[in-house]
T-cell receptor, first 112, second 111 residues
Framework: DTGVSQDPRHKITKRGQNVTFRCDPI?????LYWYRQTLGQGPEFLTY????????KSRLLSDRFSAERPKGSFSTLEIQRTEQGDSAMYLC??????????FGSGTQLSVL | DQQVKQNSPSLSVQEGRISILNCDYT??????FLWYKKYPAEGPTFLIS?????DKNEDGRFTVFLNKSAKHLSLHIVPSQPGDSAVYFC??????????FGQGTELSVKP
């Protein structure tokens, strides 16, 4: 059973650097979501794809954030010119059923 | 604008007793509600869900109740076990597939 896989698990970077995270969803799932979670808060929606189409982006997602899902398979989330406020857990989830999401273990980003 | 609220950051319960976790929402367009459980250093895992056409859904030790008029849902765990200790998130959707999460309640079940 291959669940949702995220890479890397941890990323430490300096302010101003670019970072890229990868998510491999469950293979038969056509929807893929990115969420961000900070300490003491619930996951915040960032964006989601149905197949390769990006259907919605949160207002939280500044121009420094970009996500792709080429060919409707894996997805990448890139953050350009990172800021300390970007430090968070970045969660990827996939689903076949519209509402029931399966989450990966997340990528913990620390911006120094 | 917090559309889904969990007002209790933490809850402590004795093993074997009932745990009741509460969640309130403001958007009357929400039509599907879910509870997720999260252990440290892991992603949230799905626990139980309920459609707005129902007022109760049960799965083993877990029951979710929905009160649409009060815009309130609750998760009951009976009997509580130490392995249930985790952070619990409620989430809601309005048919768009995007889940809106509450802030979470940390449940501690003491032996």
């Amino acid at each position: 059973d291959t669940g949702v896989s995220q890479d890397p698990r941890h990323k430490i970077t300096k302010r101003g650097q670019n970072v890229t995270f990868r998510c491999d969803p469950i293979s038969e799932h056509n929807r893929l979501y990115w969420y961000r979670q900070t300490l003491g808060q619930g996951p915040e929606f960032l964006t989601y794809f149905q197949n390769e189409a990006q259907l919605e982006k949160s207002r939280l997602l500044s121009d420094r954030f970009s996500a792709e899902r080429p060919k409707g398979s894996f997805s990448t989330l890139e953050i350009q010119r990172t800021e300390q406020g970007d430090s968070a857990m970045y969660l990827c989830a996939s689903s076949y059923d519209r509402e029931k999401l399966f989450f990966g273990s997340g990528t913990q980003l620390s911006v120094l | 604008d917090q559309q889904v609220k969990q007002n209790s950051p933490s809850l402590s319960v004795q093993e074997g007793r009932i745990s009741i976790l509460n969640c309130d929402y403001t958007n009357s367009m929400f039509d599907y509600f879910l509870w997720y459980k999260k252990y440290p250093a892991e992603g949230p895992t799905f626990l139980i869900s309920i459609s707005s056409i129902k007022d109760k859904n049960e799965d083993g030790r877990f029951t979710v109740f929905l009160n649409k008029s009060a815009k309130h849902l609750s998760l009951h765990i009976v009997p509580s076990q130490p392995g249930d200790s985790a952070v619990y998130f409620c989430a809601a959707s309005n048919s768009g597939g995007k889940l809106i999460f509450g802030q979470g309640t940390e449940l501690s079940v003491k032996p």
